[in-house]
C-alpha cells in the first residue's frame, strides 16, 4: 500500500464529538471529510449505529440527547441536520440536506472524477437546505427526508414514508410523498 493510501484512510476516520454516555457502536461509520471535529456533534447517551457523513465544502450534524440511529441509516450534510432530543431513527433511514450530485450532468461527471482522483470537492453546490427534526420525533425504518423538511415535535414518519415537506408536530406522516395521516391523540402525547 502507497503513502496516498494511508493518506486518504486518515482523512475518513471518525471525528466527531462525543458527549458522556454516546457512543458510535462496531456498526457505526463516521465521515467527517472536512476533518472539523467540531462538525458532528452526538449528544449524551445518544447511541449510533448507521453512517454520518459532512461533506467537503460544508455540513453540520448535531444529535440531541438520548438518540438512536439505526443500523444501516445516512444522515449527509453539506448544510445542517440539527436532530432534537430523545428522537429515533430507525433502521434503513435516509437523511439528506443537499441533493447529493450536481442536476447537471457534466457537473455530475466532473464531481465524480474529483472524489475518485483525489478526493470530495472543497466547492460545490447541491441545493443544500437545512434538515430540523425536533424532540421526541421517530422516523420510521426506510423513510427518506429530503432537504429543508422541518420533522416538528413527537411527529412520527410511517416506514417507507419519503418526507418532502414539514411535518407538524404531534402528527403522523406516510406515503410517498408523506402526507398528514392523523394527529396524535391527547393520551399518545
Known sequence: MNLDYWAQRLLLRAT?????????TSKARVRNIAGDSSLITIGRGSIIQGELLTFAHGGRIRLGQWCYVGEHSRIWSAAEITIGHRVLIAHSVNIFDNLTHPIRAAERHSQFKQIAQTGHPRELALGEKPVMI???AWVGAGSFVLRGVTIGRSAIVAAGAVV??????YCIAAGNPAS?????????R
Open 16 to 24: 466527531c464529538k462525543l458527549d458522556v454516555g454516546a457512543r458510535l
Open 180 to 188: 398528514i395521516v392523523r394527529e396524535l391523540s391527547a393520551d399518545e
Open 164 to 169: 418532502t415537506s414539514d411535518v407538524p408536530a
Open 134 to 136: 425536533e424532540d421526541d
